[in-house]
């Protein structure tokens, strides 16, 4: 019933509102003239609106605009250009020659930040810690995928790739760990669309035995899809980090919700810009492997096959590494934007062709993107914006990671002494049985594949229709939505002639999945502005969303297939799997925005969210929020001191979001997995049992701050604390085996978090020719799980042996434990993947506004990871520190881990970017001044790691995105340092 | 409200007219999306109220099979009859030959669970059974008891000291039984099952796999079923029970000695592979032969010739060697023994040696059936001095990696000192840990 309810009542709404109003004619009002930057120069594209009524348009190429307004004697126009200051003009009569002179926003105090399904305001009154960066912030060095280009750039956004493979497989935090086995990713809205960020898997780990095909943990580190996303095609980036903020987006919002805005196009201008980069890369650690010395010592190690192996290579070391992981990686990428329009009609278009090649030979990333942004103005009351995003991405994975095999090249290599020499002789590669190996890894990268190819349609559109304009109010009616499509096809072929292969009992293995995903969703928002006459000025939202999820995923796979084949019907047997993932959800939303004479801004919103992934999927569940903040500084007392502290607000903030299970968490079902037997169908229990109770988990977060710039801007410092109490938590609670089910998912904790966030901007240097910005942002947090209403239990990880994570009343939920007891033999605590505190430094200097040089730096102290790798090696004997690895192993066998939970702190240089550009008078005599500007730069990325950490990187996840159970290193792909020349030009 | 300045015709949407379809639409799009049931069913897999008795039957003798690799292979390391050299995971040199077992490990944890969710399926059968004939039912529940019975024994047969649960709970305090309380809840369950196949008719409501050909009916699965109870009262060390249980199982002293109840294997979809097979010849395989299997054997031991393969180089990592490739399944489809007549055969001599009252001419002629299928010569007629040795020996050798028979028996003969041990430390476990997940605040 409700449901009809309230759409009867939406529609009521709307009815109410049409006809109610007739119109009255009066005088028009006509005004014109210029506007400029604080250098003269003018601005085309500048957007011109009149406050109350439909009256606007947009400055030319000149600079030179002219605004009407009908039925009126007085007008209030607003100015505005992205990076610039809006500019207010009251006009009371009809004039010409009116010039304007716009402010640049260097420290973004006019920036519109997001605060409703279709509100926002200007950060000055804004409630809530968000963070945004802009393009030409995010892109400071090249990065192949958006989320890659966020690290290091806000405080408590924690950027952190789980495997160096080419095409990303990137986890992104906000604020920390805010579940315990919910989903750990924060939400994407690109344009009012929610995108999809899944990671789906390639069924690699049917090969690696890892796991099985259709694991609930699955080892196949696969990117996720918001790597498919164009960085060069974002305008703006939004992060919304904590719930009082994300709480617009209600249940599916507790990971935070980060917002992309991609770039539209400008009036009366047409701007083309094409960028040209050429880089490489290299790996950015090795790990070495053991030296022998002696044939003795080979022979100790391996016996005779050692001493005969010693023999053949005569002694010499052999850097299987530096093969393996030895290839520069040739790095080529080209991007095209065009944006222009008239004053009704705007586009973009962006075009990237992207191509590397990864520095394990025969790995690489490609990706093709297309899009085009239209905005159109229908009629004075209605816009459009329509957005399509057409996209080709793929990528050769290589084979890395945990296995069970032998096959991936880490575990190989892990296990290969240095004297041996595993290059093919005359296109034959020598079989490598030392050691137990199973595998020569050479000729697995030569001739294992590893595929993932994706074709994505993303469509996202807005209808902003004004019911009614009329002074001081306004009825607006926002329509949002879209489809998010893409299909992912993964081969994964091992073929017959190979080592490895010859070992399967059924030699020729191939995996052919298909998935196709879509996602769609609409909002529905009604808009309500009210705006006095003293300054009071009242937005009301009232929305409904609803959004499906769908996903059919296959996987095929082929074994005993002929040589030269991957076809799935030229093997001789075919195993099949299939799996669909359906989500239904809707939601509605009120929100109230009060701004008391720009100094006092209040907000209180509740939305109310159902989802089929609920044990009951028509329950609405509320999640409120509420917040103040309050401009000290346009208080009168203030005045003393406005010349040292230009602004100070200080901010509340409390909201609360959910987040779900995972869809199948309701069902008690029987698989016939592995049960078909003698030609029949065997039902089994699933190892999870359903829960018919299930509700979504909900963070309540209560957050505090300040923001306050200093001598006249040139200081910046904002601080926020926040504190979150998760409750319903949804675990995945182990039943005992012998019940007959593993585990089931259910309410069964309460999570208390704390932390704090400290911005200091500083502009140390702002003259005509010189500029120097310098940012450092702090974000220290702290959890402890207060609650748990089920017995402690341990997850992540393997095994107690090689340590994991416990979940228990009292402790951190990323606590790590291992066979380490104390004397009355209980277990202590051996590490936390969280760490001491995350420290971001940026820093832009430019000179002679053509000089550029900016750079990056991302510290994390502390964060613990469990550290299989250097277990792996010490285990086969090939540590390079071979002495003390035996120690190591000996206290292992005593009963204590601690050795092989390593502290993951770093230090990275992020980015690094140096670059001339030339502006259209430098050009003018060039080429017949055709240029608008043109730029050459060198730039880098991760260049730079410092860390104690013995492995590749302390930035490893081998079980992909997971919110307990990330830091655990299985000798994954290597990460990668990357150089670019950049050549951009437009015209 | 103060009167609207604007509000104008314009195109299109300012038309009064296209504006009430506007909003009809919208209404529409959202009737349209409420309509959609958010409380579907599994998308996926059917529920247990659709499964038919035979898919839960299949699911009962399918599952069986799972995780059948890593308890043949962590027994097999144990009782030192084969090693598994493989470097990706320390634990199979390490802590699995140091006899230091992780419990919370999924060498243990795997086996474990999957006999577990073994009994839950047999509790799902016997569930089913109810609206089934008063033979039929009978026939099931002899069926799953038999089949729950034999589950719980494989994981005794790990936990053995540390005890198993009996009582099936969400509850993770339920105590464990202790070693004998579990065997003879075992025993019970498979004199109950033996009890109901008697009422169970001519058919089961189900067909057996080709696995059980010969004890596919419930009056020839008794025999399946005894076969079992023998084999339980000989791990207690009651032989008269299993002298009573031997006479009415599948044993046959004239029969082939491969005859038997077994998990059969298939390349098709959704089924799996015999779990220890790898081509004898690849250049390289991680299953292997313990050297002393071969070392001790007797010289024309076909047993030896037809279990193990001599491969052109030896394997060897983090200390063990072996050059011997194991090849007691023949093929990757070749079926798993459950438990066959040589076994049986086996058992009945050890009731004639270790019963209460001995019979050492009945025991080493039954020793000797087996020899001669071995090609191995009679052997003399033994004594309370040897009897013992020479049975354990033959059990070693006709057993050889069919699920931890060498361990099993030296654990329970008092003879696990005597494994062989490769490297200083390492020791056969006597007993696996009570699994984590089981055992509250561990």
Redesign the interface.
Known sequence: MS??R??VA??TV??CF??A????F?QDLTVSGSVLDDRGKAIAGVSIKAK???AGGFSDKKGLWRVSI???KAATLVFSYIGFKPFELKVTESKSDIAIRMEEDVLKTAEIVVTGLATGIARTSLPNAIASVSASELLAAPASTMDQALAGKFAGVNISQNTGAPGGGISVTLRGISSIIGRSQPLYVVDGLIVNNDAVQSGIDGITKSTGVGSSRPQGQPSNRIADLNPNDIEDIQVLKGASAAALYGAKASNGVIIVTTKKGRANTTEIDFTQQIGASSVLKTIGSRVFTSEAEAKSF????GVTLWRKNNGQFFDLEKELYGNTGLITESSLSVRGGSDKTQFFVGGLAHNETGIIKGTGYSKYSLRSNINQE?????RFEAGLNVIRSESDRGVTG?????L?LG?AL??TPSFVDLRPVNGVYP?????????NPIETRDKFKNNETIYRFIASSKLF?D???????SLTFV?QGGADYFTQRNKVISPANT?FE??????GQAINAESGNINSN?Y?NLLHVLETENQLSFKTTLG?Q?E?TYRNETVITT??LIPGQDNINRG?????Y?????Q???GFFFQEEVDIKNLLFLTAGVRGD???VNG???QYYLFPKGAASLRLSQLDFWKDISSTISEFKLRAAYGQTGNYAVP?AR?????????????????????QKGNALLRPERTGELEFGFDSYWLEGRLRLNASYYTQTVTDLVLQR?????????SQYDNVGTMQKQGFEIELGLNPVRTESVNWNFNVNFHKYDAVLTELKV????TGG????YG?YRVEQGISPLAMYGLDKDASGKRIQIGSEIPNFQIGVNSSLTIARSFNFRFNVDWKNGGSVINLAK??Y????LSPDYQASIDRLSLL?KGTNTKFVDDGSYVKLREVALDYTFDRAALSGFLGGIFRSLRLGVSGRNLIMLTPYWGYDPEVSNFGNLSVGRSVDVLGFPSARSYYFTLAFGL | MKTPLIFRNGFPLGNPIYQHCLVAIIALVVLLASCQDPNFPDPNNPSPSTASIQNLASGVMGSSRTSLAFYTQITSIFGREAYYLDGADPAWTGNLVTGQVDANGAFLLQPWNARYATIGNCRNLISAAAGLSASDKAATEGFSNTMLAYSLLLNLNLTYDNGIKIIFSEDIATPFASRADAFTDIAKRLDDAYAALQQGGNTFPFALTKGYAGLNTPATFARFNRAIRARVAAYIGDYATVSTALSASFLSETGDLATGAYHVYSTTSGDVLNPIYEPPTAPSVKFLAHPSFIADAETGDLRVASKVVKRATSVSLGGLSSQYGITVAKSNIDPFPIIRNEELILLKAEVAFLGSSPNYSEGTRLLNIVRKAAGLSDLPTLTAANALNALIKERRYSLFVEGGHRWIDARRFNRLGSLPIDRTGDAPPTSLPRPVPEVPGS
């Open positions: 449901k009809w309230l759409s939406l529609t709307f009815l049409i006809g109003f007739a119109p009255i009066a109350g009524v439909q009908p039925n009126s391996a016996g005779d096959l229908i009629s004075e009351n209605v945990n296995d069970n095999t032998g991936t575990v892990s296990q079989a490598n049985t030392i050691n137990g190996n199973t595998s229709w019911i009614f304009k009329i002074e001081g109010q329509a080592q010859q070992g399967q009992s059924q030699p609409l529905l409904y609803f499906n074994r005993g001789s047997s075919i195993e099949g299939q799996f669909i993932t359906k239904i959800d809707k159902a989802s089929s009951d999927g028509n199948t069902f008690t079902s029987l698989t016939s997995l592995n049960s078909v037997i003698d030609g029949n169908v065997g039902l089994v229990n699933q190892a182990q039943l005992p085996p012998s019940s007959g089910y593993t017995p402690a239990f341990y393997f095994s107690l042996a994991q277990l792996l010490d285990a086969n004997g066998s």
